[in-house]
């Protein structure tokens, strides 16, 4: 099979890691790519918003399946248009993704559905939106509706910090377009956890369960970030919690889509706080989790690609994936000033001697070459992500190799997984 995988992170560099050892496989491209990725895949220079050229691409080189690896590209409607020329995409079409591209009608879905959520109203008028929160009172979380990479999700704890996140989002609109509509939600106490399942529409198959950690320092201090590290399983999700997020999450959320007309094809990823009177439902993101994506497919046992088609082809009740026993961990290595303004093309040294890393591999995210040197290129540079026996020694393996690599102002954070080790 002729397959193209789109983005250019450590997702993406897991995501043709991992299809790169699939028997189906016989040609592997990868847009935009980065210097990682170029070592397993054929670099594709094209961007991963840009539909046109990336459909006209997969029609032009007989693609078999497409896998959009961030978010970005199925909201653009990536999957319909792919459909639309016969092509097959391991991805929700828009209609589906709305599921992240849109807060509010996430919310209207799950409310609409039983599904367990923070309380919450939606609004256009700013007015309303601060009466709405002087009613209610703090603490309480302003979001901004459509996509803003991350950032659109302001946690308040007082009633005039949401006054002012309010007209942040609305009046000044920082988040531009993204925050013509608010939804105003309750604040979730809890811990937040990561439950990924492949679904093909019917059948909701549950991927091993993850966590990350989304702030930038140790001790879950600092700004949010799109993910420092994460580990994989998670001790928090038991088997119980796992049970109850399948029957009250995954799979009404698929069949609530399924009985308005629209079919869920790919990953479906809930972020969960697990509360005292439960799991709720943060947000839905229609992709995999970057970097739990590293973690997971560290310990996927069977064929990803074979489970991609699957999903695509309405097969998904046939499978059953094995996972690796041992838990695996990603150490996110970031530029300096990350999630803030950060310098590129610094000279990362120490990759060579982790070629032959038989307990890991060294997922690049924001990297690239210059004269035959590995430069870093983004925000999140690289996902150092090892197995080992038990959470301690996959965590001292990680670490080992993390600090074999350099570059100047690197950092990273020191106590990735730290939850695990606790309950351990
Ligand atoms: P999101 O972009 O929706 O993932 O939100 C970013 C982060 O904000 C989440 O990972 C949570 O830590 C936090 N958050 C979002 N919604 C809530 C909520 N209703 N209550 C408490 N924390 C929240
Ligand atoms: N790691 C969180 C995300 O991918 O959204």
């Given at each position: ?373 590995v430069v870093t290129a983004g925000g999140r540079v690289l996902g150092v992500t090892a197995i080992g026996s038990d959470i301690d020694a996959a965590v001292g393996e990680a670490y080992r190799a993390v600090d074999a690599i350099r570059w100047e102002g690197v950092h990273f954070r020191r106590d ?9």
């Amino acid at each position: 099979m002729r397959v193209l995988v789109i983005g250019g992170g450590g997702r993406e560099h897991a995501l043709v890691w991992k299809l790169s050892q699939s028997p189906l496989l016989t040609k592997l491209y990868c847009a935009p790519g980065n210097a990682g990725i170029a070592e397993v895949a054929e670099i594709v220079a094209i961007a991963a918003d840009d539909i046109k050229a990336l459909v006209a691409f997969a029609r032009a080189e007989k693609i078999d399946l497409i896998v959009p690896g961030p978010e970005l590209p199925l909201t653009l409607g990536i999957a319909d248009a792919l459909e639309g020329h016969g092509l097959r995409c391991f991805g929700p079409v828009a209609a589906a993704a709305r599921l992240e591209g849109s807060k509010a009608f996430t919310k209207d879905l799950l409310s609409e559905c039983g599904i367990p959520t923070g309380f919450y109203s939606t609004f256009t008028d700013p007015d309303e939106a601060r009466r709405y929160v002087r009613e209610v009172g703090a603490p309480i979380v302003v979001k901004a509706d459509g996509l803003a990479a991350g950032k659109g999700v302001l946690l308040c704890s007082t009633v005039e910090e949401a006054e002012d996140a309010i007209d942040r989002t609305m009046r000044s609109r920082v988040f531009g377009s993204a925050g013509d509509k608010v939804v105003v939600e309750e604040f979730l106490e809890g811990e937040e956890a990561s439950f990924m399942a492949v679904t093909d529409g019917q059948t909701v198959l549950p991927l091993a369960s993850s966590q990350d950690h989304k702030r930038a320092l140790d001790g879950d201090r600092g700004p949010n970030t799109g993910g420092m590290g994460a580990y994989s399983p998670a001790p928090v999700v038991t088997a119980e919690l796992h049970e109850q997020v399948m029957a009250e999450v995954m799979r009404p959320v698929v069949t609530g889509l399924a009985d308005r007309g629209i079919r869920y094809r790919g990953v479906l990823y809930a972020g969960l706080m697990v509360t005292r009177e439960g799991p709720k439902v943060l947000e839905f993101n229609v992709r995999f989790g970057d970097p739990e994506c590293q973690a997971i497919l560290m310990r996927l046992r069977g064929d990803l690609l074979e489970m991609m088609n699957a999903t695509v082809d309405g097969e998904l009740s046939t499978l059953s994936p094995q996972w690796d026993e041992r838990p695996a961990v990603c150490v996110v290595m970031a530029a300096e000033g990350y999630p803030g303004n950060y310098e590129k093309g610094r000279v990362i040294s120490g990759l060579e001697d982790l070629r032959e890393w038989s307990d890991g591999v060294v997922f690049h995210a924001g990297t690239a070459t210059d004269e035959g040197r590995v430069v870093t290129a983004g925000g999140r540079v690289l996902g150092v992500t090892a197995i080992g026996s038990d959470i301690d020694a996959a965590v001292g393996e990680a670490y080992r190799a993390v600090d074999a690599i350099r570059w100047e102002g690197v950092h990273f954070r020191r106590d990735i997984a730290h939850r695990a080790l606790r309950q351990r």
